[in-house]
């Protein structure tokens, strides 16, 4: 079914490259797989389109945590620490410090 779907989030891509919500829910078929480099691929276009609340760079620090590339996994957190702390929220902030901090030991 994943499939599917990431074949009609492409077809839609191809209409509409500029739709940030294609690209996000494009990332989280992708991210469902494991395809963690295609899923960091969509979520940084989605990004360049929209500002996010946090979400997306949680999905994008477990990828670079998964592929073992912590420096960008703690560039993600570090993103997305601000951003959820502008969109006010602050659990997501403080989970995204607890990333951080367990990539640094």
Do not use: W
């Not at 599917?4 to 191809?14: A, T, Y």
């Not at 979400?55 to 073992?68: F, M, N, Q, S, V």
């Not at 957190?77 to 602050?90: D, L």
């Amino acid at each position: 079914m994943s499939e599917q779907r990431i074949q009609k989030f492409r077809e839609l891509l191809e209409k509409n490259p500029e739709n940030p919500l294609v690209h996000y829910s494009l990332a989280n078929e992708y991210f469902k797989l494991e395809r963690y480099e295609e899923t960091i691929e969509s979520i940084n276009s989605y990004l360049r389109l929209k500002d996010d609340e946090g979400a997306a760079y949680r999905i994008l620090g477990h990828c670079y945590t998964e592929l073992g590339m912590d420096e960008q996994a703690k560039d993600a957190y570090e993103k997305g620490t601000v951003a959820a702390s502008r969109h006010g929220h602050p659990d997501m902030a403080e989970e995204f410090q607890d990333c951080i901090e367990a990539l640094e030991m």
